[in-house]
């Protein structure tokens, strides 16, 4: 369709070009906007969402703003225990109630999710990208399609008599189909917002995001329904052409990475009902200073943890959910030398190594690959690449150093492979404490076939494994219902083989007494002392240790 058969709704405020759109900027705030549920297509539902940014800015000490609109009429949703500090967000005069997340009216989701469907097809037809460099080729060509689809139901609008859209209708149109394509739909402000961390979904009308700081906020509905955003979440998982994933009844399960960092895990089909969790990781580029800096761990720590990366020994980060294993698994790898050359084995690209160019040159990236179909005679599915295979393929790659990342089951034969065979590696579990770290490693070789048994095992976490930083997290609730969280290292241990009984002996380098949030000096190991070559402050260790220190 030509740009002139538009000209006839210039005359009722529409816009005579939508080639000419402002397509994926954010429109101006104004108190005063109305819904305008005029300016939509009729027939269709409106969902409770709008791009229109902040009012205020937040509270200069990270508490966002309260929201005085419309507490009476909104529920608090519960939080993951069933109750908690939730703090409500609220809908319908188009503000953003609480340190920027976005509520309000003013889009057609199911128009959205119609043009989604349209757009993705015909990328489809023209043919998708080879490679994460064509990706900004493929939004170019997304946003013509786009403005092409847009342009033919502002024409059919007109045809049929309707009002023309207005300029805020038709960016908010555009920006959400953009982000239904290429990012995260509803979900997209969610994600960008600087000051969300978490967001979970217990169903589409039942979400709460955890800001920096641990207070929990709860926000608009992502979907119009549960099988929306299953939809929704199948489509996301599928539309990589490097690595799709299924999201299926057969399927029920999805891990997933996200652009920028972020990862997914989501579970339908055996639940009550779809539930989904975003893990914002905030620190990319962050060395041991930076964790002193924030008061994580003290400076005698960080120089004995820098030391153990430098001389090659490995490491194991453990710690509860959320603790800040993979933060502390990036500050560890700041330590390795520049000109090393790296390998990285990951279920879900998540340490991003190979994306920090500038501090680390030489990294070669893996990804394990779930698979699809039916379970082959090997036990793998179709198409499966697990970081085993992944690992074995690495050993001709000149890698100086193999780090696997986060361990919950059979990773843990790839992540002893690459600790026996090569110099330092690093990798991350969930442990209630270090030594439990050590119990739950011997675990997950275990599960790596029958040939684990007990006493291989034993004998091969403690020969493989050399230390265990273990990173706490805790919560402290506020009276007016807000949350404090700190993290912080409370204790470093030392593994190596040992009693016949236990199978392991660990030492106490590091341990924080009750209460504390610093771990101080305990127990130094003899075979230790030589770190003071690699910028281990050993003095200070000493000067601590003996209460003599400042």
């Keep these: 369709m030509s740009v002139e058969e538009l000209d006839v709704g210039t005359e009722q405020g529409g816009s005579a070009d939508p080639a000419g759109l402002p397509l994926f900027t954010t429109p101006k705030t104004s108190e005063d906007t109305p819904s305008r549920a005029e300016g939509l297509p009729r027939g269709r539902r409106r969902g409770g969402f709008t791009l229109t940014p902040p009012a205020e800015p937040p509270d200069t000490n990270g508490t966002p703003p309260e929201t005085t609109t419309g507490v009476a009429h909104q529920p608090e949703l519960p939080g993951p225990g069933g109750g908690g500090n939730v703090v409500p967000l609220h809908a319908g005069d188009g503000r953003v109630s609480a340190g920027g997340v976005w509520s309000g009216s003013g889009v057609d989701w199911e128009l959205v999710a119609s043009l989604r469907q349209q757009t993705a097809d015909r990328l489809s037809q023209e043919g998708q990208p080879t490679g994460e460099e064509d990706r900004g080729a493929q939004q170019e060509r997304g946003r013509v399609i786009i403005t092409d689809l847009l342009h033919q139901e502002a024409t059919e609008r007109l045809r049929a008599g309707e009002t023309a859209w207005e300029p805020e209708v038709q960016e908010a149109l555009a920006r959400a189909v953009f982000d239904a394509v ?13 000051q969300v961390e978490n967001i979970m979904i217990f ?15 709860a926000a608009a509905p992502v979907a119009d329904s549960d099988e929306e955003l299953v939809d929704f979440l199948m489509f996301v998982a599928s539309r990589s052409e490097v690595n799709a994933r299924s999201f299926s009844p057969s399927h029920p399960e999805l891990h997933l990475r996200l652009d920028g960092g972020a990862r997914l895990a989501a579970q339908a089909w055996v639940t009550p009902r779809p539930q989904v969790v975003i893990r914002r990781h905030r620190l990319t580029q962050v060395s041991l200073d930076d964790l002193v800096a924030l008061g994580t761990l003290s400076g005698v720590a960080a120089s004995f943890l820098a030391a153990v990366v430098r001389s090659g020994r490995s490491v194991v980060v453990s710690g509860a959910q959320g603790a800040g294993k993979t933060t502390m698994v990036r500050a560890l790898c700041h330590e390795i030398p520049k000109y090393e050359v790296i390998g990285t084995f990951e279920t879900e690209y998540e340490l991003h190594l190979h994306e920090m160019r500038d501090r680390h040159p030489y990294v070669f990236a893996w990804e394990a690959r779930p698979g699809s179909g039916e379970v082959g005679p090997d036990g793998q599915r179709a198409g499966a690449f697990s970081l085993d295979q992944a690992l074995h393929g690495s050993f001709r790659m000149n890698l100086n150093r193999q780090i696997v990342g986060e361990v919950r089951g059979p990773e843990a034969a790839a992540m002893l492979k690459a600790m026996q065979s090569g110099s330092g590696s690093i990798s991350t579990t969930h442990a209630a404490h270090a030594v439990g770290a050590v119990e739950k490693l011997v675990t997950c070789v275990m599960e790596s076939g029958q040939h684990a048994t007990h006493e291989f095992a034993l004998r091969a976490v403690a020969s493989g494994v050399d230390v265990v930083v273990h990173v706490t997290k805790q919560t402290h609730p506020g009276p007016d219902g807000s949350a404090q969280v700190s993290r912080f290292v409370s204790q470093i241990i030392a593994v190596a083989l040992g009693e016949e009984q236990t199978g ?14 610093v771990a101080s000096p305990d127990v130094l190991p003899d075979e230790y002392r030589d770190l003071a070559r690699f910028g ?15």
């Design 536 to 550: 281990f402050d050993l003095a200070g260790f000493t000067q601590a240790q003996e209460g003599t220190g400042p």
């Design 203 to 217: 169903g589409h009308d039942q979400v709460t995001v955890e800001l920096t700081g641990g207070k929990q906020v």
């Design 182 to 194: 290429f990012g995260l739909g509803r979900l997209q402000p969610l994600v960008d917002d600087p």
């Design 504 to 517: 392991y002996a660990v030492t106490h380098v590091f341990t924080a007494d009750p209460g504390a949030t």
